[in-house]
C-alpha cells in the first residue's frame, strides 16, 4: 500500500524493478482542444510498460449534450473497465501525463472512486521521469489477463447537479473551481456554451497547486493554501469543480497531499451547469474567503 498519493521516477524506477508485474502504469495525456494528442504522443514515446489511458473513452462516459463534457461512467462501470485492464486487489496504479498531473489526477480519483486505494500519481510527469535520467520506448505491452478486481466502497466523494443545486443557498457548502481564472470570471470562454461559475463559488486555478518544474508544492505549502481557501468551512463541506471534472481532480489530489482529505468532486462542473438553461450563473471575481 503507497501512503502518499505521489511517487517520484526515482521510487517509480526502484518499484518497477521490485514488483513491475504488480503494477499497472498508465499514460493519461490528454488536450482539451486536440482530443487525439494523448494517442499520438503515446505512439512517439512513453514509459516502458505504460498503457495509453484514454480521458474521453476510458475515464468518461457518453454524452448526452447536457451532461457535460466528461461525464463519469456508472462507477460500477468503471470498476470493470479497471478489471478489464488487468487491475487485481493488489495491483498499484501508477497514473502520468504531461501536464503537472491533471488527467493523471481524474485516473487517480476515479480509482479510489470505484474502490481501489492503492494508486498514485507520478509527481511531475513524464518530463520528471526524462530528468531523472530514465528512458521512453515506442513499444507497445502485452494486454494484461483480466483483473479480478470488483466494485469496492468508495474512497472518495462525489455530487450531482441537483445537489449543487440544493447547495446553493447553504453557507457551509463551499464550491472551489480549479479554471483559470479569465473563465472563472466569464472571459474567454472557448470551450462551453455559456460564460461565467456557479454562483458562490472560489477560484482556484490548478497551476496554484504546482512549482514551476510541474511537481506538486510541498504538503505544508499546499494545507497553508487551502486552508486560506477554506477559511471556516471544513473540508468536507468542500466541494470541487471545473470545466469537466478533470481538473477538479486535481484540486481533491492536491488536498489529499495536504491532508485535507474528504472534499467531493462535482463531476459535471461548468459543462454540465451551463448547458442547463434554468442554472443561475455568476461573473467576475467570485466568492472571497475572510
Known amino acids: 500500500m503507497q501512503s502518499s498519493p505521489l511517487i517520484t521516477a526515482q521510487s517509480l524506477s526502484d518499484l518497477l524493478a ?14 482539451l482542444v486536440d482530443t487525439g494528442l494523448g494517442a499520438r504522443v503515446y505512439a512517439e514515446s512513453h514509459l516502458p510498460g505504460a498503457v495509453f489511458v484514454s480521458v474521453d473513452r476510458q475515464l468518461s462516459a457518453a454524452k448526452s ?4 463534457r466528461h461525464p463519469l461512467p456508472a462507477v460500477e462501470v468503471f470498476a470493470q473497465t479497471l478489471a478489464s485492464m488487468g487491475v487485481n486487489d493488489s495491483t498499484i496504479i501508477v497514473a502520468y501525463d504531461n501536464t503537472g498531473g491533471q488527467y493523471a489526477a481524474r485516473l487517480w480519483w476515479m480509482s479510489r472512486w470505484a474502490g481501489h486505494a492503492n494508486v498514485v500519481v507520478l ?6 521521469w526524462l530528468k531523472a535520467g530514465f528512458s521512453v520506448t515506442t513499444d507497445v505491452p502485452a494486454a494484461k489477463s483480466h483483473g479480478n478486481f470488483i466494485r469496492k466502497p468508495s474512497l472518495t466523494k462525489s455530487v450531482t447537479m441537483q445537489d449543487v443545486r440544493t ?10 473551481d480549479a479554471r483559470p481564472f479569465d473563465r472563472f470570471q466569464g472571459q474567454n470562454e472557448t470551450l462551453d456554451p455559456k460564460a461565467g461559475h456557479i454562483p458562490g463559488s472560489v477560484s482556484r486555478p490548478t497551476p496554484g497547486n504546482l512549482n514551476p518544474d510541474g511537481t506538486f508544492k510541498d504538503a505544508a505549502t499546499l494545507r497553508a493554501e487551502f486552508s486560506t481557501l477554506l477559511g471556516q468551512h471544513t473540508p ?6 471545473c470545466g469537466s471534472g478533470i481538473a477538479a481532480c ?12 474528504g472534499g467531493a468532486l462535482y463531476g459535471g462542473s461548468w459543462s454540465e451547469w451551463s448547458a442547463q438553461p434554468d442554472a443561475p450563473i455568476e461573473l467576475g471575481v467570485g466568492r472571497q474567503i475572510q
Open 123 to 128: 509527481d511531475g510527469g513524464l518530463n520528471a
Open 236 to 241: 468536507d463541506q468542500l466541494v470541487a469543480s
Open 167 to 176: 447547495g446553493l443557498a447553504n453557507p457551509d457548502r463551499l464550491i472551489l
Open 65 to 68: 449534450g447536457s451532461n457535460g
Open 18 to 31: 521490485r514488483e513491475g508485474a504488480n503494477v499497472l502504469l498508465c499514460d493519461c495525456r490528454h488536450d
Open 250 to 261: 486535481h484540486l481533491l489530489l492536491s488536498m489529499q497531499i495536504a491532508g485535507l482529505p
